[in-house]
């Protein structure tokens, strides 16, 4: 790593897990790439966090311009969880009115694990509805009270409401590879089913979520689809280390690691639990997952992760063009998917190997007829 990384990380780290690691001295450029570098991952206010618990330290300079941007930033990242908060709060309580059981997934939920919750950079709103008539109504009451409601997956239901995006989900978490994607379905349906409801409060509204150790499972799904098909944003690893850190102690981790040998997830399980011992100073008895005989080496996967452009599986399209011959839109993003695939094929083979034939056929789909 290079010292703008390394600043980065300690930073980072400072504001969202408490170490206290000095930083090394920088240039002007330097922090201005530093900066960049937080919003390209969704973590400025998080590291601006970091940079207020070094207010003392000598080589924390950072130029008043770069700061007082930041500044700027901290406070839209801040207005936006406010607003956030409040629409979330009304909609579930509307749902909850109407008897529909909405149950809130990542965003709000994972914010308030945060040190300072209004910190979190926040997207939209993703409601999962566990039964299909309920579904239905959700859907249904969205297509008369929010705007832009159009169908864009069978699965997903995305509107706006009060200026707030959401997504109505009729599946927590899906695999490609249909026999794994049948477990984990199973293993949702009956957590859901016959776990004890978990329960957050926001903006005075108590709202359902998921319990620990599922949610916990799809935190680590979730970024495992993030490692396979578009690249990792810290963001995400930083979610999964937060509740660890503050719901471990309620997860069964028997029942999660049975649930990851069943997927085939054990490995990249590793994988992600050996990021956070790297990234984030974890201990391994903080990730009874980790299995140090499947660990490998993480460099290759920091690099990629810290140089995220976001220039990979959106473009891996093709198109027809004049001729007869069929050519991808962006052969560099098509090249990227291969060499990605490949490399990351021995931690989530099953899932790797559909991914890739259904984002292979999804492109092929934009071909004209």
């Known amino acids: 790593m290079d010292i703008i990384e390394r600043n980065f ?35 400025s206010a998080l590291i601006a966090d970091g940079i207020k618990s070094r207010a ?8 008043d311009d770069i700061m007082a941007t930041w500044n700027e930033n901290t406070k839209a990242v801040e207005e936006d969880n406010r607003r956030m908060n409040i629409c979330t709060s009304q909609l579930l309580g509307i749902f909850s009115h109407n008897q529909l059981r909405p149950i809130l997934l990542k965003g709000q939920a994972i914010a308030l694990l945060y040190p300072h919750p209004e910190h979190r950079t926040g997207g939209d709103c993703d409601i999962y509805f566990p039964y299909e008539p309920q579904a239905n109504k959700a859907d249904e009451w969205a297509r008369t009270n929010g705007q832009h409601a159009e169908y864009s997956d069978k699965y997903i239901f995305p509107y706006t409401w009060n200026g ?6 009729r599946y927590v978490q899906r695999l ?4 794994l994607n049948r477990r984990l379905q199973n293993i949702i349906e009956k957590e859901i089913r016959c776990c004890d409801s978990t329960y957050v409060t926001i903006a005075d509204i108590r709202i359902e979520t998921l319990p620990p150790t599922l949610n916990i499972l799809i ?3 979730r970024i495992a689809r993030y490692i396979i098909n578009d690249g990792l944003k810290l963001k995400q690893l930083i979610d999964l280390g937060m509740m660890l850190r503050t719901i471990g102690a309620k997860v069964d981790f028997v029942k999660l690691q049975q649930w990851l040998h069943s997927l085939g997830m054990e490995r990249i399980a590793t994988l992600e639990a050996a990021m956070l011992i790297s990234l984030f100073n974890f201990s391994e008895d903080e990730l009874p997952f980790y299995i140090s005989h499947l660990a490998t080496e993480v460099s290759p ?21 004049k001729n007869i011959f069929v050519k991808s839109n962006n052969s560099k993003a098509m090249l990227w998917q ?3 695939s490949a490399r990351y094929f021995r931690y989530f083979p099953m899932e790797m190997t559909t991914n890739f034939i259904r984002n292979f ?3 092929l789909s934009h071909i004209e007829e």
């Not at 780290?13 to 000095?22: A, I, K, M, V, W």
């Not at 490609?176 to 026999?179: A, C, E, G, I, S």
């Not at 996967?301 to 027809?320: G, K, M, P, R």
């Open 361 to 363: 056929a999804h492109s």
């Open 56 to 63: 003392t330290e000598t080589f924390v300079n950072i130029p």
């Open 176 to 179: 490609t590879n249909t026999l």
């Open 301 to 321: 996967l920091t690099d990629e992760l810290l140089a995220f452009d976001h220039s990979h599986s959106d473009e891996w399209y093709f198109t027809q063009g």
């Open 338 to 340: 291969v060499k990605h």
């Open 164 to 169: 707030m995006a959401v997504e109505n989900h």
């Open 219 to 221: 935190a680590i799904t």
């Open 9 to 43: 990380l300690r930073l980072l780290r400072s504001g969202t897990f408490g170490d206290n690691e000095s930083c090394e001295p920088m240039s002007h450029w330097k922090w201005r790439r530093l900066y960049q570098m937080s919003l390209m991952h969704g973590v």
